[in-house]
């Protein structure tokens, strides 16, 4: 995928991504930019009051701003945060098989709302945030299918505990929205929010 403000931005600063996702980092090296991962330490929280997907964006900002406090001024540091969200209730990440047998099971022929939110600080200034929201549609999956993928290990480092690039994927019938979104980094509106920032340099 072509980010040119992204790419833009790149020349104008050095990115840091604040995250520990390799799927993140994966996709954000696909853009072509040049750009060094730091880990943020802000810890998640899989029951938030309010809003959820305002939730996502406010994690997002903090994991940005940690970062932005350690890594120095001048740096463009892009926080991330991708929740689950079915019937308006935030599904996080796994803490062990049975919570990620139980997730899939409740998933299991409905459909749930993927939200990443994105996040650019500079100098621990917030610069642009916004989020994504993609519609994924489950098939109806037999228990037996989920506790075999369960034991494959793969879900217990991701939101709504599958992933959809890998052996999650037979999970799922459909989605309407962006696929990399649903990845964890949604790389359209991380250009269009790279594009907001270049033109408050400018």
Same mark, same amino acid.
């Given at each position: 995928?072509?980010? =040119? =403000?992204? !790419? !833009? ?13 390799p ?12 750009? $060094? ?8 929280? =899989?029951?938030?009051? %309010?809003?959820?997907?305002?939730? *996502?964006?406010?994690?997002? #900002? ?10 120095g ?6 926080? *991330? ?6 019937? =308006? #209730?935030?599904?996080?990440?796994p ?7 139980e ?16 996040a ?10 916004? &989020?994504?929201?993609?519609?994924? &549609? ?10 075999? &993928?369960?034991?494959? %290990?793969?879900?217990?480092? !991701?939101?709504?505990? &599958?992933?959809?690039?890998? #052996?999650?994927?037979?999970? +799922?019938? $459909? ?6 979104? +649903?990845?964890?980094?949604? $790389? ?15």
């Amino acid at each position: 995928m072509t980010c =040119n =403000n992204l !790419k !833009k931005l790149s020349q104008k600063k050095e990115i840091i991504l604040a995250s520990a996702s390799p799927r993140r980092l994966k996709l954000l090296g696909e853009t072509g930019i040049a750009f $060094r991962q730091i880990i943020s330490d802000v810890e998640e929280s =899989n029951n938030p009051a %309010g809003n959820p997907f305002e939730h *996502a964006l406010t994690l997002a #900002k903090m994991k940005a701003m940690a970062v932005s406090a350690v890594s120095g001024d001048d740096k463009l540091v892009i926080g *991330a945060d991708t929740i689950v969200v079915l019937d =308006n #209730k935030l599904i996080g990440k796994p803490e062990n098989k049975n919570e990620a047998r139980e997730i899939l099971l409740r998933l299991s022929g409905k459909k749930h709302v993927v939200c990443t939110a994105l996040a650019m600080v500079c100098s621990a200034e917030l610069l642009a945030s916004g &989020y994504e929201l993609t519609d994924v &549609y489950f098939n109806l999956v037999s228990e037996k299918a989920i506790v075999d &993928y369960v034991s494959s %290990g793969e879900p217990m480092d !991701k939101a709504g505990a &599958y992933g959809i690039q890998g #052996k999650g994927g037979f999970l +799922v019938d $459909r989605i309407e929205g962006e696929l990399d979104n +649903v990845i964890g980094l949604p $790389r359209s509106l991380l250009d269009k929010l790279a594009g907001e920032v270049c033109l408050k340099m400018e």
